[in-house]
């Protein structure tokens, strides 16, 4: 079966990574597509550039690599209606439909989805308008949790401590920061609790859980600084108990699943929970329609089964008919390295030597998985070429050891126009070794 990978990013490179070694593509003589794939990508499929936001397009290149399987990285495309475009004309898609990636595309629509399926997340109010979000503030305390409520590449959140600053916010949203996002708001209660993310397979009926992580947002040590598409991850996140992640399938993933499925927009894909460990128990915060990234680098490094097999069983109403997928018990730790600037304005071209690295991955080094990198077509030298450049990955017996691991094989690159946090994985350490 010939496989189609759309994405360019360190989530895509660890699907590819994956899939390569799938029995697809490893041993029975399927080929592995990207697009547009990178650098890193190019050493498992044959990578190259076509306008995904033309459906004819894209379905024209799966006509004519008998494509079996397309594997959607990114939420964009999602959002687009690409799966649906695909799926019309029969090919197999792992990922949502447009409607169903609403979960992640619409926090009103999420948040409106909860409240009919009884979900445990944050009380809020949907707003359209500026007067109507100031009026709404009232019913709500410091600080305040604004959501423009599109997509905003992770950034239309803002928490605000004072009414001050959030009626601010709001007037910036409502005048277009996040572009159309920002025409509806969602105000928010606010949560107190660690953050994990947990992720589960789905073909509209059947649920598989599928790992657990927990990412680090902030750019600086510490968690300081600007917030970040995530600095770093590993995996799995034990301060999930067996009991709570219980309690996340049966009173929210599951729920979420039929309440889509019952309202015609069947949920096919990977369902990625962001949750907050409350007082009162795991509450929903926030639902993407795709892999995590950087936790799907740490989901990739420990899953023990075909990747192919699982994604192409969820595309094909199949999940049914497969046993419990296997991860390993170790711990995978990434490191992000990113380029000097990132999140604001990332340094462009910074040159990347990762030789020291490569030669030592058969050695029990880490995997370097690339991000944002480019290959100079002067010099053929590898360069950076955007905010997240590289995610260093390492698995071991314990998050210590992982640690350690990534962060020899993190000094081992050569990449002087870019940075990486020192600390992750801080709080798992903290917690002490299992
Ligand atoms: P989101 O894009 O919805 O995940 O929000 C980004 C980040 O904002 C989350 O990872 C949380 O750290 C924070 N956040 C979002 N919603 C809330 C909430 N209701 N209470 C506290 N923090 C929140
Ligand atoms: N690492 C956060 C995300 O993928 O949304």
Request: net charge negative; charged share 20%; proline share 4%.
């Amino acid at each position: 079966m010939n496989i189609l990978l759309l994405g360019s990013g360190g989530r895509e490179h660890a699907l590819a990574w994956k899939l390569a070694q799938s029995h697809a593509i490893a041993t029975e003589g399927g080929q592995l597509f990207a697009c547009p794939g990178n650098p890193g990508i190019a050493q498992y499929a044959e990578c190259f550039e076509t306008d995904v936001t033309d459906h004819e397009l894209v379905l024209a290149f799966c006509e004519q690599e008998h494509i079996g399987l397309v594997v959607i990285g990114p939420e964009a495309p999602l959002v687009d209606g690409l799966a649906d475009s695909l799926r019309a004309e029969g090919v197999a898609v792992f990922g949502p439909s447009a409607a169903a990636a609403q979960l992640e595309g619409s926090k009103g629509f999420t948040k409106d989805l909860c409240a009919r399926a009884n979900i445990p997340t944050a009380g809020y109010v949907r707003t359209t308008s500026l007067d109507q979000a100031k009026a709404a503030l009232d019913g709500f305390a410091a600080p305040f949790v604004l959501k423009a409520d599109g997509l905003a590449a992770g950034k239309g959140v803002v928490i605000a401590e004072t009414r001050a600053e959030a009626e601010a916010a709001l007037e910036d949203m409502f005048d277009g920061a996040f572009g159309d996002a920002g025409n509806e708001v969602v105000i928010e209660e606010f949560m107190t609790g660690e953050e994990v993310s947990f992720f589960a397979l789905t073909d509209g009926a059947t649920i598989v859980p599928f790992g657990t992580a927990q990412d680090h947002k902030r750019v600086g040590d510490g968690d300081t600084g600007p917030n970040t598409g995530g600095m770093g991850a590993y995996s799995p996140a034990r301060v999930l108990t067996p009991d709570q992640r219980g309690f996340v399938m049966s009173r929210i993933i599951a729920p979420t699943v039929k309440q889509m499925a019952d309202d015609g927009m069947a949920y096919v894909g990977v369902l990625y929970a962001g949750l907050m460990l409350t007082e009162d128990g795991p509450k929903l915060v926030e639902y993407n329609c795709r892999f995590g990234d950087p936790e799907c680098q740490v989901l990739m490094m420990r899953l023990e089964d075909d990747l192919a097999d699982y994604l192409y069983a969820a595309a094909t109403s199949a999940l049914a008919s497969m046993p419990p997928p296997k991860f390993s018990q170790d711990v995978a730790l990434t490191v992000v390295m990113a380029a000097n600037g990132y999140p604001a304005t990332p340094e462009k071209g910074g040159l990347i030597d990762l030789k020291d690295a490569e030669a030592a991955k058969d050695s029990g080094g880490a995997m370097v998985f690339h991000a944002g990198t480019v290959i100079d077509e002067e010099d053929g030298t590898l360069r950076a070429n955007g905010g997240r450049v590289l995610s260093v990955t390492a698995r071991a017996a314990d998050v210590a050891t992982a640690q350690a691991a990534a962060y020899a094989a993190v000094d081992r690159i050569d990449f002087a126009s870019g940075f990486c946090r020192r600390d992750i994985g801080w709080r798992e350490i903290g917690r002490g070794e299992r």
